[in-house]
């Protein structure tokens, strides 16, 4: 059965760092895309950040150049490092992970890990 787990979620204060880890677990199959969502009370969910195939990125706008995307292909592994945090930043951040590769993989999904970020 295949997992996603996430964590490196918190609260921090407008301009601060954190680090959210994704670990994916139980699949015999590569996972060729993964990434980030989030989601804020009353919004739906939107993309972030995704990786796939030979580590090609993709960003929403909102985070381009504060948010990196990363992937330890061999363990299955995504991380995603946040800088510059904002308010509008705190949302339930999802990992998802496709055998196929795509700009927005949906096949599995984690539980999701809160960020808060404080004014």
């Known amino acids: 059965q295949v997992q996603l787990v996430e964590s490196g979620g918190g609260l921090v204060q407008a301009g601060g760092s954190l680090r959210l880890t994704c670990v994916a677990s139980g699949s015999i199959f590569r996972f060729n895309s993964m990434g980030w969502y989030r989601q804020a009370p009353g919004k739906q969910r939107e993309l972030v950040a995704a990786i796939r195939g030979g580590d090609i990125t993709n960003y929403a706008d909102s985070v381009k150049g504060r948010f990196t995307i990363s992937r330890d292909s061999a363990n299955n592994t995504i991380y995603l490092q946040m800088i510059r945090l904002k308010p509008e930043d705190t949302a339930v951040y999802y990992c998802?992970?496709?055998?196929?590769?795509?700009?927005?993989?949906?096949?599995?999904w984690g539980q999701g890990t809160q960020v808060t970020v404080s004014s």
């Open positions: 998802a992970a496709d055998r196929s590769i795509t700009y927005y993989p949906h096949d599995y």
